[in-house]
């Protein structure tokens, strides 16, 4: 299985991206699908998940700016951005819990996108 990630960029403070998550491989379902950051010198942390039924999860900083979506029938994950802070600066990585066609479940990371908001 494998994850790919797309979307990050240069935006200016007050801007919008979208992030794609991609995932791949032999997959018979997958449970979550979620976006994570990382700033420089910080732990990665959480900035939204989405179930496979639709239920979300937003970090407190990201409420009402960002918004994740999934397309389940592409095994894809959306996170719009909207009011680009520069504390979102970071490096994003899309992480999904997939169940095998074997019935195990595992977890999954993307290689991670850059996204730069200037100020």
């Known amino acids: 299985v494998q994850l790919q990630a797309s979307g990050g960029g240069l935006v200016q403070a007050g801007g919008s991206l979208r992030l794609s998550c991609a995932a791949s491989?032999?997959?018979?379902?997958?449970?979550?699908m979620g976006w994570y950051r990382q700033a420089p010198g910080k732990q990665r942390e959480l900035v939204a998940v989405?179930?496979?039924?639709?239920?979300?999860n937003y970090a407190d900083s990201v409420k009402g700016r960002f918004t994740i979506s999934r397309d389940n029938a592409k095994n894809t994950v959306y996170l719009q951005m909207t009011s680009l802070e520069p504390e979102d600066t970071a490096i994003y990585y899309c992480?999904?819990?997939?169940?095998?066609?074997?019935?195990?479940?595992?977890?999954?990371w993307g290689q991670g996108t850059l996204v730069t908001v200037s100020s």
């Open positions: 992480k999904a819990n997939v169940v095998l066609p074997s019935q195990y479940e595992y977890q999954y």
């Open positions: 491989g032999s997959i018979f379902s997958i449970v979550v």
């Open positions: 989405a179930t496979s039924g639709g239920s979300t």
